[in-house]
């Protein structure tokens, strides 16, 4: 497969979120307790092996976002500069 020169839609996105008036929130967004209480929880069934395959796709979910927020907290900082 080539190469392309095109944005990905993660470069699109990325662009997108951090030219908002809200960067700073962006920056500083963190899951609720709720959430992070559940991540928690499916991380520790995944140590432990008793990881269902529904909360597999939670997991995973859990996972492709929080590349995308890291992603996201990284292209802030290079506005930033």
């Known amino acids: 497969m080539a190469i392309s020169d095109q944005p990905t839609i993660y470069d699109e ?4 979120f951090a030219g ?3 960067a700073d ?3 500083n967004f963190r899951l609720s307790a709720d ?5 928690d929880l499916l991380l ?7 990881l269902a395959s529904s909360d597999r796709a939670e ?6 976002l929080e590349h995308l927020g890291r992603m996201l907290k ?6 930033k500069t």
Not at 13 to 16: E, G, I, S, V
Not at 59 to 64: H, I, K, N, Q
């Open 13 to 16: 996105l990325l662009d997108l």
């Open 20 to 22: 908002t008036a809200h």
């Open 25 to 27: 929130r962006l920056q």
């Open 35 to 39: 959430k992070q209480s559940r991540l």
């Open 44 to 50: 520790e069934k995944n140590r432990d092996g008793r």
């Open 59 to 64: 997991l995973d979910e859990f996972e492709r």
């Open 74 to 79: 990284a292209r802030l900082r290079q506005k």
